[in-house]
């Protein structure tokens, strides 16, 4: 079992998905020029990055991955979409994404489970959590069929199911402490230091929600790859 992972930058990688998954992944960096394929393995993740899901000028790569990322769903081949790439399953699909109208939602904050997310194969045991957040662009229209799954007090669309494999996130279940740190540094956030040691802080919480999702993808990818 193989899983692809499409990430868009160097600063944004596997994080905590890397060891918690157990499965091989075959890094696609498009940034270095690296091609996008038209089929992923038995599984696919696509990371975050800075560049809005529209700014397909900025990183050119784009619009292969919103390829990839719909044929994924179409073919029922497990997804995993966190932050950008949630947004750009979400733009693939049919729905939309638009600069956040209550501004940048970052740092260690609360997502909140729906009911549909006790029947969910990764997220039926999270209930209320902290989760790593760093974005200013949300998704506003989920896609056809999209099933909400996790909700939050600044922007409602935190998670969600599509089709019969594919997750979209908007939060980063992959963000190390460190990786976080890596980010506010590029930033002119005043308060990154207060962010860093929230995030820091919640380092334990993280690792006890989230490893157990990263854990159930990788059932889900083995599970459908023996099938």
């Not at 940034?31 to 000028?57: K, T």
């Not at 979400?90 to 209550?102: D, I, K």
């Not at 997750?167 to 005043?190: G, K, M, N, Y």
Request: hydrophobic share 45%; proline share 6%; aromatic share 6%.
């Amino acid at each position: 079992m193989r899983i692809t992972v499409i990430e868009h930058e160097a600063e944004a990688g596997l994080g905590y998905l890397g060891g918690w998954l157990g499965l091989a992944c075959d890094v696609v960096r498009p940034y270095l020029g690296e091609e996008i394929p038209e089929r992923a393995a038995d599984g696919l993740i696509v990371l975050g990055g800075e560049a809005a899901a529209w700014e397909d000028e900025r990183s050119p790569w784009q619009p292969a991955t919103r390829d990839l990322l719909r044929r994924a769903v179409d073919e029922a081949t497990p997804t995993l979409a966190i932050c950008l790439g949630a947004q750009l399953l979400t733009m693939a699909c049919g729905g939309m994404v638009e600069r956040g109208s209550h501004g940048f939602e970052v740092g260690a904050r609360e997502v909140v489970a729906l009911p549909s997310a006790g029947s969910d194969r990764l997220l039926s045991g999270v209930g209320t959590a902290v989760a790593v957040q760093y974005h200013r662009d949300v998704m506003t229209r989920l896609p056809d069929g999209a099933v909400p799954l996790m909700t939050g007090s600044q922007y409602p669309n935190q998670a969600y199911r599509l089709g019969e494999a594919a997750w979209a996130v908007q939060f980063h279940p992959e963000a190390t402490p460190e990786i976080f740190a890596s980010w506010t540094a590029e930033s002119d956030l005043e308060a990154a230091g207060e962010l860093n040691a929230e995030v820091k802080a919640a380092e334990p919480a993280l690792v006890a929600t989230w490893r157990p999702v990263a854990a159930a993808f990788a059932d889900v990818v083995r599970t459908t790859g023996c099938a």
